[in-house]
Nanobody
Framework: QVQLVESGGGLVQAGGSLRLSCAAS????????MAWYRQAPGKQRELVAH???????IYANSVKGRLTISRDNAKNTVYLQMNSLKPEDTAVYYC???????????????WGQGTQVTVSS
């Protein structure tokens, strides 16, 4: 089994910053891509940022220049540095890791439980 545990969410004023972390643990052979998604009330879950095992990144247009994704492969951890936060960034943030386990050579998606980010105006 693979577990993803997120941390770092909370309440912040507009213009403030937060740093989210997501650590993967368990029966891990290899981690391919990692990503952050978010889901606001009444809306579909959307991709925020994505990072490959080699460090290539992709961002949603709405967060470019404000949010930065990074990863520490030695720690199986992905981060999301969130600066210049806006009220519209309010959502539950989920991390995803594409993982191969020792008993399964195929990569599968694993999700964290989510962490709430609330930005007040």
């Amino acid at each position: 089994q693979v577990q993803l545990v997120e941390s770092g969410g909370g309440l912040v004023q507009a213009g403030g910053s937060l740093r989210l972390s997501c650590a993967a643990s368990g029966s891990i052979f290899s981690i391919n891509a990692m990503a952050w998604y978010r889901q606001a009330p009444g809306k579909q879950r959307e991709l925020v940022a994505h990072i490959t095992s080699g460090g290539r990144t992709i961002y949603a247009n709405s967060v470019k220049g404000r949010l930065t994704i990074s990863r520490d492969n030695a720690k199986n951890t992905v981060y999301l540095q969130m600066n210049s936060l806006k009220p519209e960034d309010t959502a539950v943030y989920y991390c995803k890791a594409v993982v191969a386990t020792p008993i399964s050579p195929e990569f599968h998606d694993y999700w964290g439980q989510g962490t709430q980010v609330t930005v007040s105006s």
